[in-house]
């Protein structure tokens, strides 16, 4: 590993090319390059772009769908990475940061980085690198996301600033809740959304991962559950999810499905008592708001890496089911059973347990 770079840098190249969530749990990484650069640019994949705009510390946010990242992958087209050359090299930066999964390899953009002319490169690699890299970080992969994020930034030379306490953040302010039911703000189905006073639950029914989503009957069952409980339920959901969100909402819930930006999502998040989530993005984004979390994880990831960080959660799945560890996209096993034994009752007990710690 090389030593500690010089100080101070005036530009930082930082990429993360996934999805929202992998973005979120950057934000300890950004804060500590931030505190070290006087301009931190941002590369993020088209998925991941909203919430890096959402981290302290970034000045600005490049957009790249990235050929060996993406799940959906674009082709590998020579004119597009030449422009991605061209970019980086107009911009000139002082050095990079690139941030990856644990079974992602930083090396074909540090190659791409490299070729622009990029000085010193940074990043978590088992592999060779050769020439491609100047800080070749090595780590345990048990290490949760943003500790193993924050790790490369401080043997690339960065570190928090003092009083920076790790956790997730976001960039305040956020939007004002009372926008969020005026008239510019309708729900789905035309009519203005409810009063958003603080102190709801949020269920979050979706997952950009299949294997990750507790099953929508389930969703439907902890909605009646927890309304009967005395809760108010707020049912969130991203544009391609109204007719799950609806599903889900029914007739005693808050159909916010397709309504919210993500920063707005942010904001109503921040105002609930609790968040009902499985691993994927929002579940991420209410630890980076403080907000209690009953995870509904499903083992295809290890929850030690992958757990909402920093407030109080209740993770709920069964951790040992046949699927664990697999990575898988779709359930392996019939019927779901890591999150389809989860019950509405057991919801209902884990909200009480979040809220009351």
């Known amino acids: 590993m090389t030593a500690r770079g010089p100080a101070p840098r005036r530009t930082v190249l930082v990429a993360r090319l996934d999805s929202v969530g992998d973005v979120l749990v950057q934000g300890p990484l950004v ?41 959906d992958p674009p082709p590998v087209d020579a004119g597009d990475l030449a422009g991605l050359t061209d970019r980086v090299r107009a911009l000139a930066p002082d050095e990079a940061v690139i941030s990856t999964s644990f079974h992602q390899s930083p090396l074909p953009l540090a190659l791409v980085l490299r070729t622009a002319g990029v000085p010193r490169i940074s990043a978590i690699s088992v592999d ?12 345990d992969d048990d290490l949760p996301e943003p500790e193993r994020a924050l790790s490369l930034a401080r043997a690339a030379g960065f570190d928090l600033p003092a009083g920076d306490d790790g956790r997730l953040a976001v960039r305040r302010p956020l939007p004002d809740l009372r926008d969020l039911h005026s008239g510019d703000h309708p729900g789905p189905d035309g009519h203005h959304c409810a009063d958003l006073a603080g102190g709801y639950v949020v269920l ?14 389930r969703c439907a069952e902890a909605v009646e559950a927890l309304a009967g409980a005395g809760h108010r339920v707020l049912v969130t959901g991203g544009p391609g999810e109204r007719e799950l969100t609806a599903a889900v909402a029914g007739a005693r819930g808050v159909d916010l499905g397709g309504a919210l ?12 008592a609790a968040v009902v989530v499985g691993n994927t993005g929002p579940a991420h984004l209410a630890a980076a708001v403080g907000t209690p979390v009953v995870s509904l994880f499903s083992p295809v990831v290890p929850a030690v890496r992958w757990a909402p960080y920093g407030v109080p959660t ?19 096993v019939p019927g779901h059973p890591c999150l389809a034994s989860v019950t509405a009752a057991d919801v209902v007990a884990a909200v009480e347990k979040v809220i009351a710690a």
């Open 128 to 139: 060779y690198p050769g020439s491609l890299l100047d800080v070749r970080h090595r780590v």
């Open 31 to 71: 804060r500590a390059v931030a505190a070290g650069a006087e301009r931190v640019v941002f590369l993020a994949g088209p998925a991941g772009a909203d919430a890096a705009r959402l981290l302290p510390g970034v000045d600005e946010v490049w957009t790249w769908a990235c050929p060996w990242i993406l799940g």
């Open 314 to 332: 209740v993770l709920l799945g069964d951790q040992d089911a046949a699927c664990r560890l697999t990575r898988a996209r779709e359930c392996p």
């Open 261 to 272: 930006s993500l920063a707005e999502l942010a904001a109503v998040l921040e105002a609930a």
């Open 204 to 217: 979050h029914p979706g997952a950009s991962v299949p294997a990750r989503a507790w099953p929508a009957h």
